[in-house]
């Protein structure tokens, strides 16, 4: 279907695309983005967040419109690696994310809740439809791109975001571990049954570069980026070694400031990707 436009709700076609689009929700009446791009892993402590704060940090500094859905209920990161302490203000029937240093827009639990330490102590499919109504409820305004930090696995969440948000494709984050194929191949054979397309592997923690001799020391063993990249078709691969400066910078709420030429590769593929534009207002 060349003129497809995923609305399913106003096409007559009986298609393949139908049972998977028909779940999809539309987002804020007073928003729009040209792409969405998740970062997803097999399994939690990757550094999904970090991945996509580089990503968004990067696109930002592109001069690009920039929003990050945190849908990682239970464990939302983002805001403390932006120092975001700011709560997210409500309109009539609406949420208004809250703004970065540097003008990117991110919603997350921990923008809704009166002190950060707070749990969210819910069930499963109460946490999935949070992660939904950030999309649907949130007043985005115009952006060029999305970024969705994925909480871990292949649960509850990741599947209403899956079905329910118009993805331009996901981003799969891993680390040099033994067990790390399985981890990958988890996410991979989740984006294909929902028929997402791959747009990179970052490999998180892949070395340290000792500051003493420059030499570069794979800790956690060899790195398998190239490797899985194969395995798996990705378009691009991409490493992060472990970095002292990163973690001040995220730890003191700066990481508007990091360095992003690591994820140089794969921010290059997710920019070749396909916009959903059609599912704007």
Not at 205 to 210: E, G, H, L, P, R
Not at 252 to 265: F, R, S, Y
């Amino acid at each position: 279907m060349a003129n497809c436009t995923h609305d399913c709700s106003t096409c007559g076609s009986s298609c393949g695309e139908r049972s998977k689009n028909s779940f999809i929700k539309p987002i804020n009446k007073n928003a729009s983005v040209k792409r969405v791009v998740a970062v997803a892993s097999g399994k939690g402590g990757v550094g999904k967040s970090l991945v996509t704060a580089l990503l968004a940090v990067r696109a930002r500094a592109l001069g690009q419109r920039v929003g990050i859905l945190d849908a990682d209920i239970t464990g939302p990161s983002i805001p403390k690696a932006f120092g975001v302490k700011e709560l997210a203000r409500g309109t009539d029937g609406a949420i208004l994310p809250v703004e970065t240093r540097s003008g990117i827009k991110l919603m997350s639990m921990n923008a809704l809740l009166e002190h950060e330490e707070d749990p969210v102590v819910w069930r499963g499919s109460l946490i999935a439809g949070a992660a939904a109504q950030f999309w649907t409820d949130v007043e985005w305004g115009d952006l060029d791109i999305m970024f969705i930090d994925m909480p871990p696995g292949t649960g509850d969440v990741p599947l209403t975001v899956f079905q329910s948000i118009p993805l331009s494709g996901v981003v799969v984050v891993s680390t040099p571990q033994d067990l790390v194929e399985m981890i990958v191949g988890k996410a991979v054979s989740m984006a294909k049954m929902m028929n997402i397309p791959l747009l990179g592997l970052v490999e998180n923690m892949s070395y340290f570069v000792c500051p003493d001799c420059g030499k570069a020391h794979e800790i956690f063993g060899p790195s398998r980026a190239e490797e899985l990249k194969e395995k798996f078709s990705f378009p691009a691969a991409a490493r992060i070694p472990l970095d002292f400066e990163t973690r001040r910078l995220v730890d003191g709420g700066l990481i508007e400031a990091a360095d992003t030429d690591p994820i140089a590769a794969v921010f290059a593929e997710i920019e070749k990707s396909r916009t959903i534009e059609l599912w704007k207002k």
